[in-house]
Nanobody, 122 residues
Framework: QVQLVESGGGLVQDGGSLRLSCAASGRTFSSYAMGWFRQAPGKEREFVATIMSSVRITDYADSVKGRFTISRDNTKNTVYLQMNSLKPEDTAVYYC???????????????WGQGTQVTVSS
């Protein structure tokens, strides 16, 4: 069992930056791929980024590639999402997830956090 708690969301202006954190409980954190998803009002939840468990292979949605960076610290059971050059269309609730890197690309995960709101004003 893995419990995930996100933090770091907030209100930022167009072009600004935010760093999201996701703290995980459980001794098996390092065995899971970790990811970030987001859901905007009236839209379906979408994949944002994922990082493998031990080898730092990452994957990003085209919409965030070059602006967002996912990283993890297995000693702290924490995964991060550094978001730069934020745009109003990045406004959404951002969710942390744990699972398989393959299934996360398809929108599925084994465990989910409660979400943190990110709002980008124009």
């Amino acid at each position: 069992q893995v419990q995930l708690v996100e933090s770091g969301g907030g209100l930022v202006q167009d072009g600004g930056s935010l760093r999201l954190s996701c703290a995980a409980s459980g001794r098996t954190f390092s065995s899971y791929a970790m990811g970030w998803f987001r859901q905007a009002p009236g839209k379906e939840r979408e994949f944002v980024a994922t990082i493998m468990s031990s080898v730092r292979i990452t994957d990003y949605a085209d919409s965030v590639k070059g602006r967002f960076t996912i990283s993890r610290d297995n000693t702290k059971n924490t995964v991060y999402l550094q978001m730069n050059s934020l745009k109003p269309e990045d406004t959404a609730v951002y969710y942390c997830a744990a699972g398989s890197i393959v299934t996360m690309r398809k929108g599925r995960a084994d465990y989910w956090g409660q979400g943190t709101q990110v709002t980008v004003s124009s």
